[in-house]
Every structure is written in structure tokens, then in C-alpha cells.
């Protein structure tokens, strides 16, 4: 039953034009960005990093990302159709499971989409291949903690809007992490900044970036995931009995 409600939810992206424009956005800042790196390379040999280009992208996919989890809860809620999820034989970890999964493999062939400047790049110059790995690696994660947060914000509404707009500000917020810990408020309170920093995504990518693969930045993202798709099942359990 997760399995058909996992092929349902996929459907419902790629039966649309919205899976197909969100792509599309994101090959296009990732292409402006891939040539802009190529215009600022000296010599005639291709030789970058491609993580850095994944980390510019960022900012920019974090304005994407909240139109890939909006509607998943908030639309099913306003539509009406959240009734007939929840009373399905399916239970609230399969729901929530099954709706992370499809919203992060629609993100993965995003990802995939993206393969084409590798290989270019091959054809042409050089690819450092264990920073282009953890690079990738590393983005897929960020990205899933995005996803995550998304789904939770678009349990607390029932409007799609509002859950963008709640989703946009913490993922800010979640980027801008470190320059919160550093600012002089939080400097003055040391035991405070460094609980702060311990929430910081944009340092251990940055760790996959320079091509290491670290085990504690693995558990990091996917832990910092999982909690977040924690708190949706706990909102939506909620939800589900406050209804009676």
C-alpha cells in the first residue's frame, strides 16, 4: 500500500507541468552558473569544482524546494482528500514515508538531470572526480533536509502559500546558520553559538565539497532529516486525533 501511494504521489508531479517547470529552473540557474564558472577559468583546459557550483546553486534551490513540498499536505487538507488519506489502511509513518520518498526522487532525477556538465566536462578538460562524488552526495543530502522541512511546514496549514512561505524562511534560515552563530549577539554567548553551530549544514558540505566523506556529516544530514520527518508524523498523528 506505501508502494502505491508512493507511485501516486510521483504521478501526480510528473501528469503536471510542475515537476517539468521546477526542473527546468533549476537546469537553468545551474546552466548560467556552469558557464559563468567556464568564463572565469584561465587556459584552455576545463578544471573546476563542481561543488562550488552545487553550493551557488543553493541559494537559488532554496526558492525552489518549497514549491516541491508545499502542496503536500496543505493541498490534500484543502482539497478535502486528507480525510480519505487518513482513513485509508495506510498509517501516518507509511503517509508521511511514502510522500518523503517521492518528493526526494523528484529531486534525485533533478540531480541526474545535471550529469550532462560532468560529462561536457569530461570532453573538454579534467573532473576531479571525488570532489564531483561528495559534492553530488552532499547536495542530495542538504537538499533532503529541505524536503523534510518542507513537509513539516505544509502539516501546520491548509494553505500552500503559507506553507511556501514558512518553508522559504527556515531554509534561510538553516543556510544562513553560521553568519547567525558569528553575528555579535550570539558571540557574546558562546555556549549558545555553539549549539547553534552544531545545526550547521553549509559547514559540512563544505567538508563533502573538498572531496571528503565524512561519516559524522553522513550521520549529520540524514539524523537532522529523519527528525524533521519525525515532527511531520508527530503533526500529522496529531492532526489525525484531534479529528476524533
Known sequence: MMLSLYKKEIRSYY????????????MLVFTVTFFSNLANLEGTEYRFSFPNIFYNNFFYFIFLIPALTMRIFADERKSGTEVLLMTSPLNVFQIVTAKFL???????????????????????GQVM??????????????????IAIGMLMSSFTDSPIIAGILSEGAMIILLFIDNIKNSGFFQSLPKVAKIIGAFSTEERFINFSQGFFGFSDLVFFITTSLLFVGLTIISIEKRRWSRG
Open 102 to 124: 517521492a518528493v526526494s526522487t523528484v529531486f534525485l532525477m533533478m540531480l541526474v538531470l545535471t550529469l550532462f556538465f560532468p560529462l561536457l566536462t569530461l570532453l573538454t
Open 129 to 146: 572526480w571525488s570532489s564531483l562524488i561528495c559534492g553530488y552526495l552532499g547536495f542530495f543530502l542538504w537538499g533532503l533536509v529541505c
Open 15 to 26: 501528469t503536471s507541468p510542475f515537476a517539468y517547470v521546477i526542473a527546468a529552473l533549476f
